[in-house]
């Protein structure tokens, strides 16, 4: 996790940046806490030893290291949470690109119904008295969107994924969110420029006003 030079000024918050693949959401954080004075926590899924795997297996045959993956992303990101919880007890707000939700979204696209069973149960049991995002910035794109922010950054483990995958990701985030019963802001990433301060600007105020009526 990574502190930014200013500190925040009222109650500590909790902010995340969730969406499909290629939404921009690692770039928005980090902008985010800067304005913000707050930690900026990454999703920690380059640490993950199954992943490569995982990218290497065909796709009829993933379904056999699907569960251990997914398994390996719960494990650490409840551990990031972890770290995240002592920063929010010091009067620190966080912003991360990511939230918990993230792996029960792919663990539906990724694992068999019985092993999704399975997974959700444990993931259940493991986010009991984790700290949640006071506030989840959903970024949504269409799917050619998406594609070519993905093909602009090159990640090789991304390099085989289509557009009609990309608009599952995007779909089943919307699905979740709609249902989830949390607070959340949606902005179109295709029409918002992180790297416009007028952008910026109006996205900080309008997450904050978000933040003070849930708070109300």
């Keep these: 996790m990574q502190q930014s030079r200013e500190q925040p000024t009222g109650p500590a918050m909790f902010a995340a940046i969730e969406g499909a693949t290629g939404a921009g959401k690692t770039t928005l954080a980090t902008r985010l806490a800067e304005r913000l004075g707050a930690a900026v926590a990454l999703d920690p899924f380059d640490q993950n030893p199954f992943l490569p795997g995982y990218h290497q297996t065909a796709h009829e045959r993933r379904d056999r290291v699907a569960l251990p993956m997914e398994m390996g992303f719960l494990a650490l990101r409840v551990g990031a949470l972890r770290g995240i919880a002592r920063h929010l007890s010091q009067a620190s707000s966080v912003v991360a690109d990511w939230a918990l939700i993230k792996s029960r979204a792919f663990a539906a696209l990724t694992l068999s119904a019985a092993d999704a069973g399975l997974f959700f149960q444990t993931l259940d049991l493991w986010a009991a008295g984790l700290p949640e995002p006071d506030l989840i910035v959903h970024l949504r794109a269409d799917a050619q969107t998406l594609a070519a922010r993905v093909r602009g950054r090159g990640r090789g483990i991304e390099k085989n994924l289509t557009e009609t995958e990309l608009a599952r990701q995007d779909g089943l985030f919307a699905a979740i969110f709609a249902r989830a ?22 996205l900080t105020a309008r997450l904050l006003r978000a933040c003070r009526r849930e708070a109300a």
């Design 181 to 202: 019963g949390l607070n959340v802001v949606t902005v179109d990433a295709a029409a918002f420029d992180v790297f416009s301060d007028r952008d910026m600007t109006a």
